[in-house]
């Protein structure tokens, strides 16, 4: 008895050692927060809510949307970004005839090996080649952006917090800081090779607005190409880049929940019938 | 090892006549998950958790076997071939999704199955070894999530790695020694990626092996129930099959739609997004934090943030987070109250769920938001409260309270009378 009394007091003397140095950091943080200033975050904005076709349970791709996307990207953002993951046979699930990724493929040229010498050099792309990167390593990446590296796109939507939206309000996003923005937080203001974007977390980023103007892709299915359209599409595109197996996971889920549904109450209706026996009479 | 009342495998056939007297093994499942295994007739759903738990397990041994076929541990193809499972391995989005959200599901289950043990201190004599145990392979799994989280090689795998490891490096004298040990390097990399693997692929079987033994003590008194009361006749008692298969069944299939909603419609909703970019060691991420499994005891970690004498602040935040949990260890011999349930102890009660409850949820809010205010604050107040609860509160609760009343019986609880009630005998002290 002496021996489990001697644990207790142990013990009770071992909390108040970690009660005692843990509400001493709580008095030294109360005493700073109360003699001096918070710093205080440069206040950015939350992507904004869009509706997209593959939103919600039910939701699918739009082939047509995700092939405007592929166009925006492949006309704008992959003179800075790679899409590393993606292979030009892929663009077959988004509506492409084999013959068309074909020929999509041979107008890419991929680095590749001259077979007579060895020495690198490059070639046409085939259906099983990967999206080209537009720089040959980081460095050249980093000294051709203004010390910024443009990040690989494959997996941007997923990579960022609410990404579908955020990549599509980044985009659309771009504006001159507000005089009142700037006279809170004088280091708001973009540097030099920098520009300011609202939704972009520390409020300037180095990639210089790539959506501009209206028409800047001619569209094939003739759709006006606004920079909102535009940023919509490619943002699209870029959720199918990232799980190009997102609409499959949703349409494999109904099935595997109805089943599940059934059986669960299957078992409760056993499981009710079994207890029956032994359960109180009321 | 078990009541007398228990029901006797009796052999049917030729074949389990033969397999009884050479390799009893359909009398063990007889004896351990049938007919022959009298469980008290009173269980909550509260005592679901623990076949989860088990499934889970297993759930998670076949995911990642299959994984393992196709991922490659090299800090220069690993996040790579992670990304070849989700696109281009057939079904391998599906068996990702399911490892990771298996992941969370095991620890949701396995936090309901302690928060049952806490409330009904089911942690007492007769069950402190299934208790030990159950923190043995609490703090396997810990080590088990950890080390599978940073195969992936994305940011918060390596920077989480980083972090984790650097604890280490807290301890005076040995601990950067330790910290470059550990991780086969100053930073994590190959070697650390390629033992982390390593070690990721064994730690389940182990844990399936501890799960073993706690269950073979578990059949030693078998299961408390919600009044605390142990059993006392055969009238208290049902045959686990077909009762609680039954039940069990029904549990796990609500389980399973939860899952399945999750893995299916929201599977990157547990995780963090950071984690879909590739490590760089040069670009340390805004906000470094663990899953969300770890959040509880990485707030306790942040918690410490001055030095306490001639402890620094970081080795007081990583004793102080093992401590929370190792402490656990202790609690049989920590809470004396002769009543289990939590039902019949109006001051532990109230500790546990004005108290114990409400840290826990701070801590966890604490633990996954940024190292800024109010967090830190909030954090220190709930940590303090959460060692003063198990290590102070709760030794001097069960030596001044005052229990409720207790019911002679599980039958008496359940039916309200128990045939068999001798009067002036109505307490069924755990001690
Ligand atoms: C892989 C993880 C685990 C598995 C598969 C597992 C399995 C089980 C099973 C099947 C039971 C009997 C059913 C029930 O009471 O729910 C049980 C009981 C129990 N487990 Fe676990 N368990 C695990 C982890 C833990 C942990 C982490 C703890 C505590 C830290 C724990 C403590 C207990 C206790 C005290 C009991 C007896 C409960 C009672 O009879 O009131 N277990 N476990």
Redesign the interface.
């Known amino acids: 008895m002496t021996k489990?009394l001697s644990?207790?007091l142990v013990?009770?003397l071992?909390?108040?050692g970690?009660?005692?140095?843990?509400?001493?950091?709580?008095l030294?943080?109360?005493y700073n927060?109360a003699t001096e200033e918070?710093a205080g975050h440069v206040p950015y904005e939350h992507p904004k809510e869009l509706s997209w076709s593959f939103d919600g349970?039910f939701g699918k791709w739009d082939k047509a949307q995700l092939q405007r996307g592929l166009k925006v990207y492949d006309e704008v953002c992959s003179a800075c970004h790679s899409l590393k993951?993606v292979a030009f046979r892929?663009l077959e699930q988004i509506g492409y005839s084999e013959a068309m990724v074909k020929a999509y493929a041979a107008a890419k040229t991929v680095p590749g090996i001259d077979p007579n010498t060895g020495e690198a050099s490059t070639r046409p792309g085939l259906p099983t080649d990967y999206f080209p990167s537009p720089y040959p390593n980081n460095v050249a990446a980093a000294a051709a952006n203004n010390n910024a590296i443009p990040?690989d796109l494959?997996?941007m939507t997923?990579?960022?917090?609410d990404?579908t939206n955020y990549v599509a309000s980044l985009l659309m996003g771009y504006q001159e800081p507000s005089a009142e923005l700037l006279e809170e937080h004088p280091e708001a203001a973009p540097g030099p090779g920098l520009y300011h974007n609202p939704y972009f977390?520390n409020l300037n980023l180095a990639m210089a607005p790539p959506l501009t103007s209206t028409g800047q892709v001619t569209y094939d299915d003739g759709t006006e190409a606004t920079v909102e359209q535009m940023s919509k599409d490619v943002a699209a595109f870029l959720t199918w880049t990232?799980?190009?197996?997102l609409v499959k996971?949703?349409q494999?889920?109904w099935p595997?929940?109805i089943f599940?549904?059934f059986?669960?109450v299957l078992?409760?209706m056993?499981?009710k019938q079994?207890?029956s026996a032994?359960k109180?009479k009321k | 090892m078990s009541f007398p009342w228990a029901r006797q495998y009796e052999p049917k056939n030729g074949l389990t006549k033969f397999l009884d007297e050479r390799l009893p093994l359909p009398r063990l499942v007889y004896n351990a998950v049938g007919a022959g295994y009298p469980v008290p007739?009173n269980l909550s759903y509260f005592w679901n958790f623990g076949v989860l738990a088990g499934f889970f397990l297993v759930v998670q041994i076949v995911t990642g076997v299959v994984l393992a076929m196709h991922y490659a541990a090299n800090a220069q193809v690993a996040f790579?071939t992670t990304?070849h499972i989700?696109?281009d391995v057939n079904w391998g989005?599906?068996m990702r999704?399911a490892h990771a959200n298996g992941a969370s599901f095991f620890f949701i289950v396995v936090y309901l199955h302690i928060f049952r043990g806490l409330f009904y201190s089911s942690y007492k004599a007769p069950r402190e070894m299934i208790w030990l145990l159950g923190v043995v392979i609490f703090l396997l799994m810990m080590a088990t999530a950890f080390m599978g989280y940073v195969l992936p090689w994305g940011q918060m795998s390596f920077w989480g790695a980083k972090v984790i490891t650097g604890l280490f490096g807290a301890i005076p004298l040995v601990g950067e020694p330790i910290q470059v040990w550990l991780l086969g390097g100053f930073a994590p990399d190959n070697a650390a990626l390629n033992r982390f693997f390593s070690l990721h692929f064994l730690l389940p079987f182990v844990i399936a092996g501890v799960v073993i033994l706690h269950i073979w003590a578990l059949h030693i008194p078998g299961s408390s129930n919600p009044t605390g009361v142990e059993v006392k006749s055969e009238s208290d008692t049902?045959p686990f099959h077909?009762?609680y298969t039954?039940?069990d069944?029904?549990g796990?299939?609500?389980a399973?739609?939860l899952y399945?909603?999750m893995?299916?419609?929201l599977?990157?909703a547990l995780g963090h997004?950071?984690n879909?970019?590739e490590a760089n060691p040069l670009s340390t991420p805004?906000h470094i934090v663990p899953e969300w499994y770890f959040w509880p005891f990485y707030a306790i970690l942040r918690?410490?943030?001055?030095d306490?004498f001639f402890?620094p602040?970081k080795l007081?935040g990583v004793i102080?987070m093992f401590?929370s949990i190792l402490?656990w260890f202790?609690l049989p011999?920590?809470d004396?109250s002769p009543v289990r349930s939590g039902h019949y102890r109006p001051l532990f009660r109230k500790f546990f769920w004005f108290g114990l409850i409400p840290a826990m949820i701070v801590l966890f809010i604490c633990g996954g938001a940024p190292a800024e205010?109010p967090y830190?604050?909030l954090s220190?107040?709930a940590?303090?409260y959460y060692?003063?609860h198990?290590?102070?509160i709760l030794?001097?609760i069960s030596s001044v309270e005052k229990p409720e009343p207790l019911p002679y019986s599980i039958t008496e609880a359940?039916?309200?009378s128990d045939k068999k009630v001798v009067k002036g005998e109505n307490t069924s002290p755990a001690v």
Not at chain 1, 158 to 161: C, H, I, M, S
Not at chain 1, 242 to 245: F, S
Not at chain 2, 303 to 306: C, D, H, K, L, P
């Open positions: 489990l644990v207790r013990a009770i071992v909390g108040l970690f009660t005692v140095a843990v509400l001493w950091g709580f030294v943080g109360a927060a918070a349970p993951f892929d990040p494959s997996l997923k990579a960022r917090g990404g977390p990232a799980e190009p197996t996971r949703k494999t889920g595997v929940l599940l549904l059986a669960t078992a409760y056993s499981k079994i207890w032994v109180p | 007739r790579a990304e989700m696109r989005w599906l999704y049902v077909p009762y039954a039940k069944g029904f796990l299939g609500i399973l739609l399945f909603a893995v299916f419609f599977p990157n997004p950071d879909y970019i805004a918690a410490f943030t001055v306490f402890v602040a007081m102080a401590a402490l202790f011999w920590l004396k205010e830190v604050m220190q107040i940590t303090a060692f003063l198990f290590l102070v030794p001097i359940v039916l309200g």
